[in-house]
């Protein structure tokens, strides 16, 4: 399976997803006005990278602003990866928020809630996002 990249825009998260290493990491801003069609692609992927997963999947989410039609596909996202974490792969979850943006740690603890997947709050300053 290939990796995934796409390169950032004004208004597009940079994504790195390496099937090898398991590692996924998607940074940046999200306000694409057709949600559909940037995250579907990435959605049918992670449909393909859960048929034989790495033994330890570590998602790393650094947004720093999202639109309501992205956070929809953020969770639809998790919800593809969270059906490894029900067939115990080890799935890790790492969510950086700026220490001035609680509503995008909140955002964060209602994916962990209605996922069931732990998620690890990292709060950094906004320059480190």
């Avoid at 049918?44 to 570590?58: A, F, H, Q, R």
Wanted: hydrophobic share 35%; charged share 20%; glycine share 2%.
């Amino acid at each position: 399976m290939q990796k995934l990249t796409i390169i950032n825009t004004s208004k597009s998260p940079s994504i790195n997803f390496n099937p090898e290493t398991g590692l996924f990491e998607m940074s940046g801003v999200s306000l694409i006005e057709n949600t559909l069609n940037f995250y579907q692609p990435i959605i049918n992927w992670l449909k393909s990278y859960i048929k034989n997963p790495s033994p330890t999947t570590k998602f790393i989410f650094k947004l720093h602003y999202s639109n309501t039609s992205s956070y929809k596909n953020i969770y639809d996202m998790l919800s593809v990866v969270n059906s490894i974490h029900n067939n115990k792969t080890n799935l890790i979850v790492e969510w950086y928020y700026a220490s001035d943006d609680l509503d995008m740690r909140s955002i964060g603890e209602d994916y962990q809630e209605s996922l069931n997947v732990e998620f690890n709050f990292i709060e950094v300053d906004v320059n480190n996002l």
